[in-house]
């Protein structure tokens, strides 16, 4: 059983960077690929980012590499998303969630096993 808990989000202004935490509970977190999705009001949850366990292998959303940035330290049971260039598209409740040994190229939200609330992260025009 993983718990997760974003952290981070906020109200921002285009071109802003942010950087959204994740931390997890439980011992087993460097056996967990991790994944970062958003959800838009009236829209679907979209994949965003992910990072196998070792964090040596990232996958983006197309649109979004080269903005967005994943990683983890996996002695704090954390994995990151940084942010830069904000967008007003951007807007969305950020999640992340937890496939335990997956593959880092998995974007299909259900295929994770475990998910955290979600952080609010609103751009301002």
């Known amino acids: 059983q993983v718990q997760l808990v974003e952290s981070g989000g906020g109200l921002m202004e285009a071109g802003e960077s942010l950087k959204l935490s994740c931390t997890a509970s439980?011992?087993?977190?460097?056996?967990?690929?991790m994944g970062w999705f958003r959800q838009a009001p009236g829209k679907e949850r979209t994949f965003v980012a992910s990072i196998s366990w070792s964090g040596t292998i990232t996958k983006y959303a197309d649109s979004l590499e080269g903005r967005f940035t994943i990683s983890r330290d996996n002695t704090k049971n954390t994995v990151y998303l940084q942010m830069t260039s904000l967008e007003p598209e951007d807007t969305a409740v950020y999640y992340c969630?937890?496939?335990?040994?997956?593959?880092?190229?998995?974007?299909?939200?259900?295929?994770?096993?475990?998910w955290g609330q979600g952080t609010q992260v609103t751009v301002a025009v």
């Open positions: 969630a937890a496939n335990y040994l997956g593959a880092a190229s998995t974007t299909s939200p259900g295929v994770y096993d475990y």
């Open positions: 439980g011992r087993t977190f460097s056996r967990y690929t």
